[in-house]
C-alpha cells in the first residue's frame, strides 16, 4: 500500500468512531438510516419510544449544563435537552483478547484485491450501547487524491480465530479472522496485528466547552431534541 493510501486509511480511522453511531456521518446533525440494509437501531436507556426518530449531533461543546447542551456544528449551534442520568464516554485502548463470542462491535474494512476483507480498526461497544447502528455500509468513496473505500460493519462477533508462527521458541501473533454477524448478513475480515482496537467505556470526565462530541439524540413530538448519551471523540 502506498504511503498516501495509508494516510488516507489513517484520516477514515479518525472518522470510524462517528460512523459506528450514524451508520455514514455527515456535516452536523441528520436522522439516522433505519432501512432494512442498515438494520434497526437500538436505543436503550434512552428518553425516547421506540417510534422516535434518531439523530446523531456531531460537532464541539458550545455549553452545557444540568439540563441543556449545545453544541456547535457546521450549520449552526443545536440545542439538546440531557436526561439524568447521562452517560458520556470516550474511547481507551483495548486488545483483540478484549473480543470474545457476542461482542457488538463496529469493523472498519477495507477491501483487498483478492475479494478479503482487511480490518482497519475496530470498536468494542459496552452492553448498554448494543444494537447502535447494526449493519453493513459504505463509509468512505476512493477519490482522485487516493482515498480507499471501506466499509463500515456493527454487529455481533464470532470468536476470532488466531494466527500465529513460531519462530526460535518464540510465538509471535501475525493476526486473526473476526466474523461480524448483523440482522440481514455476516462479514468476515482479516485482522492484522497492528490493527486499532478500542472500547467505548463510561468516564465521569465532565463536558466541557470545546470538547468534540458525537450526541445519540431523539427528536420529541414538539420537535426538541433529547439525550443521555454522548461520545467525546477527543
Known sequence: MSISNISA??????????????????????????????????????????????????????????????????????????????????????????????????????????????????????????????????????????GTPSTMTNGAARAPETKSTMTNGNASSLGSTLEVQYAGGSIKANVPANTQITKLVATSKPLAAGDRIVVVATKNADGSLATNRVMLAR
Do not use: W
Not at 480511522?13 to 460512523?19: E, I, K, Q, R, S
Not at 432494512?36 to 419510544?49: E, I, K, L, Q
Open 9 to 146: 486509511c489513517r484520516r477514515i480511522g479518525v472518522t470510524a468512531l462517528f460512523a459506528v453511531f450514524a451508520g455514514c456521518m455527515g456535516k452536523g446533525s441528520r436522522p439516522s438510516d433505519s432501512s432494512a440494509a442498515n438494520g434497526s437501531v437500538a436505543t436503550p436507556d434512552s428518553a425516547a419510544s421506540a417510534t422516535s426518530a434518531t439523530t446523531m449531533i456531531r460537532g464541539t461543546v458550545a455549553s452545557v449544563s444540568g439540563t441543556t447542551l449545545a453544541v456547535k456544528t457546521d450549520s449552526g449551534t443545536t440545542k439538546v435537552q440531557l436526561t439524568q442520568p447521562v452517560r458520556v464516554y470516550e474511547r481507551q485502548p483495548a486488545r483483540m483478547e478484549d473480543i470474545t463470542p457476542n461482542t457488538f462491535v463496529g469493523v472498519t474494512t477495507v477491501k483487498q484485491p483478492d475479494g478479503s476483507n482487511r480490518a482497519t480498526e475496530i470498536h468494542i461497544f459496552p452492553a448498554e450501547l448494543r444494537g447502535l447502528g447494526e449493519g453493513s455500509r459504505p463509509m468512505a468513496a476512493a477519490t482522485s487524491g487516493g
